[in-house]
């Protein structure tokens, strides 16, 4: 399953939120030295129930808008 999501880093919480047919994920992590998108993966693999080893960054590494595949 591929999904896209845009990313707000150094939020105040870690959720995943779906606006206007968007998935948006609010991580606490900055977006420095992959952290950012290390957050949205963990938090794609708990929304999901799948491992975090097989949820992959396929579409904007320092990109707001991330596409992930797992």
Known sequence: MR???HVHAR???NEIVEVGGLLHA???A???ENKANLAVRDL???QYDVPKSSVTLIRGAQSAIK???F
């Open 67 to 69: 596409d992930f595949e």
């Open 11 to 13: 939020s105040s919480k």
């Open 30 to 32: 900055p977006p420095l």
């Open 44 to 46: 794609i693999a708990k």
């Open 3 to 5: 999904i896209r999501i």
């Open 26 to 28: 609010y991580v606490t």
